[in-house]
């Protein structure tokens, strides 16, 4: 059955996180070995290595800079923009993704002191301590969260955590995908992880209303130059957007 393209919320609302959690810890391995995801990944890659000053990465700047990659899934993001940090933090709620992160960071011969990552969420109305307490896990250059927040139920109290997080000057970026035109499907009941997904697709002026209630500045929102080949149940073509807030 279509959805409407004005429905953010899923049919069967519930909570997403524990839904999200348990569904890529056991999709873990696989979530990733597709070509769609792959093509995805790359385009992503590309746009982000274009658009480096567009993210506040200076590449000529030496010094210290730190990156929290959120929901971080196997650290592509992480691999992608290493050269530009000192340190970079992977931040995901599923055991599974946490660990093949950490595995990946060690196949590469990168040292944990350079890229590790966290078990934990900062998506509910509750934080664990261990989030509160580990100092590592804020005074960020940059929060970078790719195809994340379509599965969060609370996209606004999110992009204020990861803002928080930020050192003053830091950049929070969001990619993910815009809504479906109308008239056509964002995705199918049937798709795999369809009941992880929470809305569908953030617009323009809802991405620009997330990032400044969040007290950014400096907000904007582009497409990427291509559209995105996904499979037909997943909705088929998709327009990617990256959206970027400074904080104040």
Request: hydrophobic share 35%; proline share 4%.
């Amino acid at each position: 059955m279509a959805h409407h393209h004005h429905h953010y919320h899923h049919g069967n609302t519930g909570d997403y996180a524990s839904k999200n959690k348990e569904y890529w810890s056991e999709n873990a391995e696989k979530a990733f070995d597709h070509d769609w995801v792959r093509a995805l990944a790359a385009q992503i890659e590309s746009h982000l290595k274009e658009n480096l000053s567009w993210m506040g990465i200076d590449p000529k700047n030496d010094g210290e800079r730190k990156m929290l990659d959120f929901a971080c899934g196997d650290g592509f993001l992480s691999h992608a923009l290493r050269p530009h940090f000192t340190k970079v933090i992977g931040l995901d709620l599923a055991e599974g993704m946490v660990d093949k992160y950490k595995r990946r960071a060690r196949e590469a011969g990168i040292p944990e002191s350079q890229m590790h990552a966290v078990l934990g969420d900062l998506t509910g109305a509750e934080i664990s301590p261990s989030l509160i307490e580990n100092k590592e896990l804020f005074d960020f250059d940059l929060a970078i969260s790719s195809l994340a927040l379509h599965h969060i139920e609370d996209p606004q109290r999110t992009i204020n955590r990861l803002t928080e997080r930020l050192r003053p000057g830091g950049t929070v970026v969001i990619i993910d995908f815009d809504v479906a035109k109308k008239g056509e499907t964002w995705v199918l009941d049937d798709a795999p992880a369809a009941h992880t997904i929470a809305h569908h697709g953030f617009d323009k002026a809802h991405m620009e209303k997330l990032l400044n209630e969040a007290g950014c500045k400096d907000v904007d929102y582009v497409w990427h130059k291509e559209e995105s080949e996904l499979p037909p149940r997943m909705g088929g073509k998709k327009k990617l957007f990256f959206a970027r807030g400074r904080k104040a």
